[in-house]
Structure formats: C-alpha cells, structure tokens
C-alpha cells in the first residue's frame, strides 16, 4: 500500500523528520511510499561486480575446500611415497625425508593461503551486503505493516464511529417509540372498559 506523506511518515515512524533520514532509509521509505518492491538477488549483483580474479580465487578456494580435493591430494601424497620409497629405491628422485615434497607442499601453500584469504574477503563482503540488504527488506516490511495496522485502525476507528452514531439514532427512536407508548398506555388503562 502506497504511503501519502512521507514526510509524516519519516516523523512517525523514525522519529526524525525526513531531512534526518539517512540514504537507505529515504530509499525505503520512498519505495513504500510509491509501493514498490526492494528485494533483489544480492548473490548475482555481487557475481556481475567480480572480476576475473575473484571468481579464479573463488573457485580455487572452493576446490582446495572440498573432500574431492583432500582426498586427491592425500592419494598424491601416498602415491609421492610409494613411488620414492618402494618402487625406485636405487634412483628415487626424492629420497626418504622427501625434501622436494617438502618445497612443492610450502609452495602451494604460499600460493594456496592468500587466494583463501581473498575468497573469505570476498564471501565477508558478500554477507555484509546480504546483510545490509535483510536490514533495507525488513525495515520496509515493518514500515508497510505499521501503515496497514493505521490503515486497519481507521477502518475500525470509522467503523465504531459509525456504529455509535446509529445507537443515538436507535437510542433516539426508541424514546419517542417509548414515549408514544406510554401516553398511548396511560389513555387506554385511564378510560373504563367498554
């Protein structure tokens, strides 16, 4: 339902006038006031902002996070050993404390680490404006509940009106059937019986 007077309706229920608002509440309230709708799909405004990078982050991340890759990793691992171990034990080209392991494993971590941290940057960037976005569809859900609860009670308040008005009328009616009736009564039980 469209709001009339947003300026009235800054006061009543900001408690500041509009002037005082801040960006995202003028928005809101203008939105209710033309009764249109805020919600929107946050996840694929975030998506179509993203560059190359963020999204190669991401799904790096989501790879490196993933039960696929631990286990592919831990089979690599076991496979890394055996071969070194087991299999070439005279030409190993990475003997027992397996150094070259050691340079391979700290390199993806170096590389792996910071990429992880830039996709959970980007997923905190994500929520806030999920957030921020819960905040702006809440506050206009409460705003265009309390306009239906004012909506409702001048109905109800017009309504009572209303009804008050024809008990006067009834009320009224009622005296002068009343009235009328008794002098009616009083001249029929004064006069003798035929």
């Known amino acids: 339902m469209p709001i009339s007077n947003h300026r009235n309706a800054a006061t009543r229920w900001f408690g500041r006038s509009a002037d005082l608002l801040l960006p995202i509440e003028r928005r809101i309230l203008e939105s209710a006031r033309q009764g249109t709708t805020i919600a929107r799909d946050v996840n694929a405004h975030f998506k179509a902002q993203s560059t190359v990078g963020e999204r190669l982050s991401d799904r790096i991340a ?29 030409q190993s080209f990475d003997p027992y404390p397996f150094i070259f392991l050691n340079l391979i494993l ?3 971590a170096a590389i792996q680490a910071p990429i992880i941290m830039m996709s959970q940057n980007r997923a905190a ?10 905040y702006e569809v809440n506050l206009k859900a409460e705003i265009e509940i309390l306009a239906l609860h004012e909506k409702f009670d001048a109905i109800r308040d017009a309504e009572l009106k209303q009804i008050a008005e024809t008990l006067v009328r009834i009320t009224d009616r009622l005296a002068r059937l009343e009235g009328a ?3 009616v009564s009083n001249s029929t039980l004064g006069s003798p019986p035929t």
């Open 62 to 90: 989501e790879i490196g996070g993933s039960w696929s890759f631990i286990l592919s990793f831990l089979g690599f691992l076991v496979l890394w050993v055996i071969v070194n171990t087991l299999l070439l034990t005279r």
């Open 181 to 183: 009736g008794s002098s």
């Open 125 to 134: 960037a994500r929520d806030r404006l999920d957030a921020s976005h819960d």
């Open 106 to 108: 700290s390199m993806l």
